[in-house]
């Protein structure tokens, strides 16, 4: 069991879900929000938290200690070129200035909440594993995930146990703000279009990974990366378990792999029109290009040496997303 915590990005999906987990089997909580706790989970979370900004370390310094356990979730999420040198700064310089806060604080246990998106899609449906070689960094996201995990590998070089998870896409109850799959899900309905790229991606209920995050922070080895997926599944087959979980079942058409490259233009065109218009791109033209693409990833790694054994059905992760938005109206 973890005696104390602290958990950076509190307020987001993963953090959140992490806080309500581990109060529930007793934990004491340190948590860092960046902004004043609006998350329905944390609302009665017998927990101490701290706002403050993952890069002023003066803010949240006196939480740590030699005896907390340090779970690191905060991050900044945009693919927004406008956005890249905030997206680096927060997801490399808030890290490695969390390090150095806990290695001064004599913090012992630290897990990086990093991404699956440090890896490239592949042509083939072939699963990636950690031991898969580095992506070329395509985003500032994948870009600022990257240059963190290896600031966390110097980390437990240097004696500290420090153990990486790469998480997939999240679905389930608790994305307050829409940032992994309760986003999937409302985008594709809102569009109205039955279209599917050819590309397949990779899911994860949100019970089930953080369990897994707990299992790396009670048992993972000091530098070692972790996937956490519950399975992979074409666009296509996604997309029709959508509709199927929103009453609405029916055919989903794939689109030919011919179409990438004029939508992928069609969609830079429009990001150029709502950037001096002011406003944010429906989608980036690099995500779509990915959609082609195959972003399979295998846990076996965890489920050896973390035991992770991820239960819940896509179906399910499905409902309980679509459930947790239609009560908080998102």
Known sequence: MITDCFITGANGFIGASLARKLSAAGSRLGLLCRRPPDHPFLRGLPAAVTVGDILDTGSYLQRLGSGITVIHCAARVSFAPGDRREVLKVNLEGTRRLLSACRGRGVKDFVFVSAAAVWEPTRQPAPITEDSPAARPRNAYAAGKMAAEEECRA???????????????????????????????????????????????????????????????????????????????????????????????????????????????????????????????????????????????????????????????????ISRTLDFNRRHHL
Do not use: H
């Open 155 to 317: 980390a437990a070089a240097a004696g500290m146990r420090v153990v990486i998870v790469n998480p997939v896409t999240a679905y389930g109850e608790g994305d307050y703000r829409l940032r992994a799959g309760g986003r999937v899900i409302k985008e594709f309905l809102c569009r109205g279009r039955r279209l599917a790229p050819p590309g397949g991606t990779s899911w994860i209920d949100i019970d089930d990974l953080t369990s897994g995050i707990i299992a790396a922070t009670e048992k993972g080895l000091a530098g070692r990366r972790y996937i956490l997926s519950g399975g992979n599944v074409t666009y296509r087959e996604l997309f029709a378990a959508i509709l199927a979980a929103a009453g609405s079942p029916g055919r989903v058409y794939r689109l030919p792999r011919a179409a990438r490259l004029p939508l992928c233009a069609a969609l830079a065109a429009a990001g150029v029109i709502s950037s001096l218009l002011g406003r944010q791109a429906a989608m980036d033209p690099g995500q779509m290009a990915e959609s082609f693409f195959y972003k399979y990833y295998s846990p076996a790694r965890a489920a050896r040496e973390l035991g992770f054994r991820p239960s819940r059905p896509l179906a399910e992760a």
